[in-house]
């Protein structure tokens, strides 16, 4: 309950300090899910393919989404785009297999967060290591639409790390990559770091934690953000 009342009171703050209507919109909605059971929760799956893991000296080239309603994986409104960066994608093309020729087409980061926004507003973000790719959101919303903000996210890592924790006293290295967290769970292997097929793993792997907790109905968004 207070861990709700906190998150609550964060998201009211960052709705009335915000000056940009999307980000104001996404807060409001935000507010409203919180204390939502995370089955009845509308979700939106993401990821993202960056230069490199520094959100501070690196930049994201593209993002996937896929919306999760009422435990079912929305494929036909999949989305998924590329993003110009200065300079080239370097080295990083031989992770994420994007060179700097498909990003001539690409849409530039400022239009490219706009769009995030209104995809995520009214929806509880999931991804797999949350904590990177919103740290790489966070800067580029404060570089590119002039605002601060912190996001938060249900962390399938994190679901798994403390699954994982209740069985055994550690956790090997590797054992929380996604590939390997959608092996306990007999799902398909993937070839990874595609946004948009990291983001369809993430939402399997999702449901396929849940399903696996017998009482995960009475738990509340609130007590999965991270």
């Not at 924790?165 to 990874?192: D, H, M, T, V, W």
């Amino acid at each position: 309950m207070f861990k709700s009342w906190l998150i609550k009171s964060s998201l009211n703050r960052q709705f009335k300090r915000s000056k940009n209507a999307g980000l104001k919109a996404y807060f409001q909605a935000q507010i409203q899910l919180i204390d939502l059971p995370i089955k009845q929760a509308p979700l939106l799956a993401l990821d993202l393919e960056m230069t490199g893991l520094n959100p501070k000296l690196d930049q994201i080239i593209s993002i996937g989404l896929i919306p999760v309603i009422e435990g079912k994986i929305l494929l036909a409104q999949a989305q998924y785009k590329l993003i110009k960066i200065n300079g080239s994608v370097g080295q990083s093309a031989a992770v994420h297999g994007v060179l700097d020729q498909h990003l001539l087409q690409a849409v530039s980061i400022k239009k490219a967060l706009q769009w995030l926004i209104q995809q995520a507003t009214g929806k509880v973000l999931a991804a797999h290591h949350a904590s990177l790719d919103l740290s790489f959101l966070q800067q580029a919303i404060s570089q590119h639409l002039n605002e601060k903000c912190r996001l938060s996210a249900l962390d399938s890592l994190d679901i798994e790390r403390r699954r994982l924790l209740r069985c055994q006293s550690f956790i090997k290295e590797g054992e929380l990559r996604l590939g390997k967290c959608r092996e306990r769970y007999n799902l398909p292997l993937y070839a990874a770091h595609n946004a948009l097929t990291d983001a369809l793993a993430c939402a399997e792997l999702l449901l396929a934690q849940l399903a696996a907790d017998s009482g995960i109905h009475k738990v509340k968004v609130s007590q999965l953000l991270r």
